[in-house]
């Protein structure tokens, strides 16, 4: 792959993913020693750590390293995020993203990409 980031970015990147996965693993709810010292309430972590988890893929993408979104056949209504590590393969169910396709064109898409910069501006 495609490192997408500067050399001279790719050591702050690596370190944001680092940081990031490092608090996916203090406030995952699904890792054995979650209930030792939960971040907040198990709701609430889950919603952190599915964000934290979309943040990391693309990081990882940015560095070059293989990682995506792939579908769990064995559950297709949870969808999982994979990372390749260095030092080895990472993975995590998340929740199927709950709309349809709300039948929007590639002209629709970023039109409400502008409107939303225009409205923050």
């Given at each position: 792959?495609?490192?997408?980031?500067?050399?001279?970015l790719a050591?702050?990147?690596?370190?944001l993913l680092?940081?990031?996965?490092?608090?996916?693993?203090t406030?995952?709810?699904?890792n054995?020693s979650y209930?030792?010292?939960?971040?907040h309430s198990?709701?609430?972590?889950y919603?952190?750590?599915?964000?934290a988890?979309?943040?990391a893929?693309g990081?990882?993408?940015q560095?070059?390293w293989?990682?995506?979104?792939r579908m769990?056949?064995?559950?297709?209504e949870?969808?999982v995020?994979?990372?390749?590590?260095?030092?080895?393969?990472?993975?995590?169910?998340?929740?199927?993203?709950?709309h349809t396709?709300?039948?929007h064109?590639?002209?629709d898409k970023?039109?409400?990409i502008?409107?939303l910069?225009?409205?923050?501006?």
């Amino acid at each position: 792959m495609t490192v997408l980031v500067s050399d001279e970015l790719a050591p702050d990147i690596l370190r944001l993913l680092i940081e990031g996965l490092t608090m996916i693993a203090t406030c995952d709810p699904s890792n054995p020693s979650y209930d030792e010292q939960p971040c907040h309430s198990r709701d609430i972590d889950y919603q952190f750590r599915n964000a934290a988890v979309y943040s990391a893929v693309g990081l990882a993408l940015q560095l070059g390293w293989s990682a995506g979104i792939r579908m769990d056949e064995n559950s297709p209504e949870w969808p999982v995020a994979y990372i390749m590590l260095p030092t080895g393969q990472v993975s995590w169910h998340l929740p199927r993203f709950p709309h349809t396709y709300d039948l929007h064109s590639v002209v629709d898409k970023y039109a409400r990409i502008a409107e939303l910069a225009r409205l923050a501006a």
